[in-house]
């Protein structure tokens, strides 16, 4: 009867998942598998970083559960960085240890079955060293050859050229040229923002509708929209606007060199262009004729900021960020919300939360409950952590004691295992603080419990007889957000966060954020979570 096999795959971002990085992995995976006569019961994998640990990864539980139930005899991996990132090494040793708990093998597509023994241990640990210090010394070389390059007035040569270039050559000889139709329309842009030539100055907003009603060419790294295509957006004319490469400096990082051959645009309207650009910024932050109480704190149903709407003297509104961008872009289609509406139902629950005692408490203690649920996963890590260290510390004690019949020869070798035990008891231990202190901050005590009721009574006072600035006080030094979503019925719901800090303290108070029990209360269409 073949054995159970199951393929683990992980990549670190969605991005590598589409490219390349899931797909190259199952295939080593399966050929491997074929190979040596696996039968692949399953297929797991993640889109997450090497630092977060196996077991509370959303695949790595799924893993383990079948390694609980010993529901799997071959456990195969990529390569042995698909375990772990290079600085956590202590989580190879774990995933060996629960795999070999489990009665099953351990395999690597590149290098095959591993070793599950202490020695066994030791020469993963070594390969995984070897290999995670070639590739910083790689990185090193990497970056110290680009920044020569970059000192040198060169390209360095990463990505797409920047609009209004072409790619010369190829490599290290590869250089910038200007694209003379593309640098045509650097210099429109420059003309049209500026208000060169006695025109008026152009909006970025419409400048983006000018180029793309005239079917002007977007860049090629523009990401398209999914209906419409590819459209001039406000943040690539901004970007265009800024490029230093254009009055011909050449930038990487913060290496600027001259490079006068690839100017396109002349130093002083430059400037002026840099000029406007901060005075234009200035302008849109201190412009408001209406004073919102919840300003960037309201996120629209499709997950956008809203922002405040004037739209008759006496009619103010939330609207969606989304509709200030160009017609191309526009796929909102959440109404507005009336500001008097919101706030008054924001400012009635957050005076109820911190006034109402009996209400506070209870919505601590479903957080307290909501806390215990998400260190589950750490705890175990802290107890399984706490065990490898006690068996090290064992295995140190032990190999100490056979220093004095030892030859010299398999003193070396002693001396050798306990140094690499020494090192990986040391990492333990740096974990195991690190995790008891994230679990101890996690908790809410009864100790914190009363210190965030003795908060909000503070804050009680403040609010029961609170002018606008005070309440804009208020929420801002409780963070209070509101999150609009529609219901299955279709209504507009908004869901009440705010973290609880004492009045003219500097640092929160380690709860994270307070959800208030439900509630019936509505107002117009607008009916809160609280």
């Known amino acids: 009867m ?28 399966r050929k491997y598998a074929a190979l040596h006569g696996f039968t692949i019961i399953t297929e797991i994998s993640d889109e997450v970083s090497g630092t977060v640990s196996l077991r509370e990864r959303s695949g790595g539980q799924q893993l383990y559960s079948y390694l609980d139930r010993k529901a799997v005899d071959v456990v195969i991996f990529h390569r042995l960085d698909r375990i772990t990132r290079d600085e956590d090494l202590i989580e190879i040793h774990i995933a060996r240890r629960d795999i070999r708990n489990a009665n099953a093998e351990l395999h690597f597509a590149d290098g095959g079955k591993t070793d599950l023994s202490m020695w066994g241990s030791a020469i993963d640990h070594i390969k995984a060293l070897g290999a995670a210090e070639e590739r910083l010394k790689i990185k090193a070389r990497s970056i110290g050859g680009r920044q ?25 000889a590869s250089k910038l040229v200007i694209n003379e139709a593309q640098a045509a329309i650097v210099k429109r842009i420059f003309d049209l923002y500026t208000g060169n030539n006695g025109n008026p100055p152009v909006a970025l907003k419409a400048i983006c509708v000018l180029l793309t009603d005239e079917g002007v060419p977007v860049p090629s790294t523009t990401k398209p929209h999914p209906r419409i295509g590819r459209y001039w957006q406000k943040r690539l004319v901004q970007i265009i606007l800024s490029r230093v490469i254009y009055i011909g400096k050449m930038q990487y990082g913060d290496i600027i060199t001259d490079a006068p051959h690839l100017a396109i645009i002349d130093p002083a309207q430059f400037e002026a262009a840099q000029a406007l650009r901060s005075r234009n910024r200035y302008k849109e932050r201190n412009s408001h004729r209406h004073h919102y109480l919840m300003t960037s704190r309201v996120f629209c149903a499709c997950g956008r900021r ?20 160009i017609k191309y872009a526009r796929t909102c289609k959440e109404p507005y919300v009336r500001a008097k509406t919101l706030d008054s139902i924001v400012w009635d629950w957050l005076s109820s939360l911190l006034c109402d005692t009996t209400k506070l408490i209870a919505a601590l203690e479903k957080i307290a409950a909501e806390r215990i649920s998400t260190l ?54 740096a974990e195991a603080a690190i995790l ?43 963070n209070v957000e509101c999150h609009l979503s529609r219901n299955p019925d279709g209504q507009l719901m908004a869901k009440l966060t705010c973290n609880l800090t004492p009045p003219n303290t500097p640092d929160l108070l380690p709860l994270g954020r307070i959800y208030h029990p439900p509630s019936k209360r509505s107002s117009g269409q607008i009916r809160a979570i609280l």
């Open 2 to 29: 073949s054995k159970r096999a199951i393929l683990y795959a992980r990549v670190s971002t969605a991005h590598q998942a589409d490219a390349w990085g899931l797909d190259a992995q199952f295939d080593a995976m």
């Open 148 to 172: 020569a390059k970059a000192k040198s007035g060169a390209w360095v040569g990463q990505g797409e050229p920047p609009y209004g270039y072409n790619r010369d050559g190829h490599g290290k």
């Open 306 to 325: 809203m922002m405040g709407k004037n739209k008759a003297a006496d009619y103010q509104y939330y609207m969606c960020s989304g509709n200030t961008l």
């Open 376 to 429: 589950a996963p750490r705890r175990t890590r802290y107890e399984h952590l706490q065990t490898h260290i006690t068996k090290l510390e064992k295995g140190i004690g032990r190999n100490v004691s056979l220093y004095a019949d030892s030859t010299e020869i398999e003193l070396k070798i002693l001396r050798d295992e306990v140094k690499r035990q020494s090192a990986a008891l040391e990492s333990c231990r």
């Open 436 to 478: 008891a202190q994230e679990i101890e901050q996690g908790e809410i005590s009864q100790a914190e419990q009363a210190a965030l009721v003795r908060s909000a009574a503070a804050y009680c006072e403040l609010i029961k007889e609170a002018d606008r600035e005070t309440k804009k006080y208020c929420l801002q030094r409780l």
